[in-house]
């Protein structure tokens, strides 16, 4: 492991951390969360945990001189309950650079953030991303054992950087409840292994959404989705693009088209009841991406 990781709380730190932000999303200064702002949240609650790379810092991984290569931010908040509001941690960014990605750097901030949430003595960490990125999908839902059954329609409104402009923002709200026995094995060091897409479709587990290549192996939505039966099958599966990054740079209308789709299906499910459990990252060629959603008994 060439990288190490440590809370901030310098202000000159949080400059860098501005910084990072650009490189990451390449968006404009509007988009960015300010050092002030970031000084006032971890002030207050919040938390922020930086990334370095530890090349060359054997002897000091806490030396300052390190290059800052991913963080985690977040900040106190609070949920209903039929017994009043109750605290959670508001996760509102992780991101880690380009060159740096692929390498456990994203895992690794999520599973600091949750042990130091826990010492806070909150059980619920929530947090918004993009249902159609399988990369995101993989982390948050597979390998974090996050779930999901709220879909937010053009959450942030129309974004402005360059991996979100274009497209209405729509989100999945995930809650990570970090006590429970499902996260605990997640985040062990003897994860259990992940899903495989032919044992669910050899328990013939119905795929919602079926989707078809073109001849240049585009995945398109089919427009036909599977009814609901009567009586809930415990297991279903939706499919998403493994490379949706692609469809946006490259085929603007398809990647819309996968935008409203999705949006449909996600809202049915969770009106009839289904919960977001895990999810399926194949990709070996053609790769595939699928959506696990559980109901009744089989949610966790």
């Not at 740096?100 to 909150?122: C, D, E, H, T, Y």
């Not at 999908?137 to 999901?148: E, M």
């Not at 089919?222 to 939706?238: C, K, N, W, Y």
């Not at 996968?258 to 009106?271: A, G, I, K």
Request: a negative charge.
């Amino acid at each position: 492991m060439n990288w190490s990781l440590r809370i901030l709380d310098d202000f000159e730190e949080l400059t860098l951390v501005e910084d990072l932000q650009r490189k990451i999303w390449h968006g404009s200064d509007a988009d960015i969360v300010p050092a002030h702002m970031l000084h006032a949240a971890i002030q207050n609650g919040g938390l922020l945990i930086g990334a370095f790379n530890a090349t060359g810092q054997e002897e000091n991984p806490q030396d300052k001189a390190a290059e800052m290569i991913g963080f985690v931010f977040g900040f106190p908040g609070y949920y209903l309950t039929p017994d009043g509001p109750r605290l959670k941690h508001c996760s509102h960014m992780l991101g880690v650079t380009p060159e740096f990605r692929n390498q456990g750097i994203g895992f690794a901030l999520k599973r600091s953030q949750w042990q130091m949430v826990r010492r806070q003595g909150i059980d619920l960490i929530t947090w918004t991303y993009d249902p159609l990125l399988s990369p995101n999908a993989h982390l948050n839902i597979a390998r974090l054992g996050a779930v999901c059954s709220t879909y937010h329609r053009n959450y942030y409104g129309m974004m402005r950087d360059e991996l979100n402009a274009g497209l209405p923002s729509d989100r999945f709200q995930v809650d990570w409840w970090l006590n429970t026995r499902r996260v605990n094995h997640r985040l062990s060091r003897l994860p259990r292994p992940g899903l495989r897409l032919s044992q669910l479709m050899a328990a013939q587990v119905p795929v919602m959404n079926p989707a078809t290549f073109d001849s240049e192996q585009n995945l398109h939505p089919s427009g036909r989705e599977i009814p609901l039966e009567t009586e809930r099958p415990p297991l279903v599966m939706v499919e998403i693009p493994s490379d949706f990054h692609a469809i946006k740079r490259t085929q603007p209308t398809l990647a819309f088209e996968w935008r409203l789709h999705t949006r449909t299906v996600f809202e049915r499910l969770f009106e009839a009841g289904y919960l977001v459990t895990d999810f399926i990252y194949e990709t070996s060629a053609p790769a595939r991406s699928y959506y696990v959603l559980s109901h009744g008994e089989a949610t966790l």
